[in-house]
């Protein structure tokens, strides 16, 4: 093994250990959120966003977050993300490129940072390569969302300001890269701060970085 190579290797080998040791606390919560019930489980949307409110950092909300809409998950799709989906959800969090190959389920990872960043009340955008996934993407995970009590949009191309400011209004909205950027344009060029649809850029998620990059 080559110097660069060592040294990338122990690099991305400390970085998933630090990872792991997140997604073990999501884990370790599991049967907590089992047990409530559907209204108490709902409930915690409201605790997290207070917690937050009260001082706390999207980091220190995270463990109980993922761990909340994993259960959710659960309960309405059936579907309990596996370990290395907590880990790859936790990447997407700090910024990061997750590798995932195809049929990995990127879809069900996008629910946690996608939930823990909408409890900030600043909206979160996701970026599909076409307006097929957007909607089915936020028709599929949507129902988690609401599930949650979280609205879900979603900006097509051809809508109206008024369609557009509400999918912008909704805590999650979805939309491909072209889209938000036509979207952007236009509310750059308005002549009043009332015409624009976008409240802001928090957060976003990009499916398949890839293509979106290169294209
Ligand atoms: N934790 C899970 N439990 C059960 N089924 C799962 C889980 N995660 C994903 N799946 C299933 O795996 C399949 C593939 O998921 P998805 O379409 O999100 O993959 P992908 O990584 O986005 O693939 P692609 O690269 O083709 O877009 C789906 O049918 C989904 O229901
Ligand atoms: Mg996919």
Redesign the pocket.
């Known amino acids: 093994m080559g110097l660069f190579s060592w040294l990338f290797a122990s690099d991305n080998a400390r970085s998933i250990k630090k990872l792991k040791k997140i997604a073990d606390l999501v884990v370790e919560r599991e049967e907590k959120y089992q047990q409530m019930s559907d209204e108490e489980l709902k409930e915690q949307t409201n605790i997290l966003k207070q917690e937050l409110k009260d001082g706390k950092t999207l980091d220190d909300i995270l463990p109980d977050a993922y761990a909340a809409v994993r259960e959710a998950s659960a309960r309405v799709l059936k579907?309990?993300?596996?370990y290395v989906?907590i880990i790859g959800g936790i990447a997407l969090h700090q910024g990061r490129i997750a590798e995932?190959?195809?049929?990995?389920?990127?879809?069900?990872v996008e629910t946690l940072p996608a939930y823990l960043n909408a409890l900030s009340e600043k909206g979160v955008h996701i970026v599909t390569v076409n307006e097929y996934l957007a909607k089915r993407d936020s028709e599929w995970m949507g129902k988690v969302f609401e599930f949650m009590g979280l609205k879900v949009g979603i900006t097509l191309s051809g809508e109206n300001q008024e369609q557009k400011r509400n999918a912008y209004l909704a805590d999650i909205t979805y939309g491909t890269n072209s889209e938000f950027g036509f979207d952007y344009l236009r509310d750059n060029m308005c002549v009043s701060l009332k015409q624009k649809v976008q409240r802001g850029h928090n957060f976003a998620i990009v499916d398949?970085v890839d293509s979106v990059l290169i294209d």
């Open positions: 579907m309990k993300h596996y989906q995932m190959k195809t049929g990995e389920g990127k879809t069900l398949e």
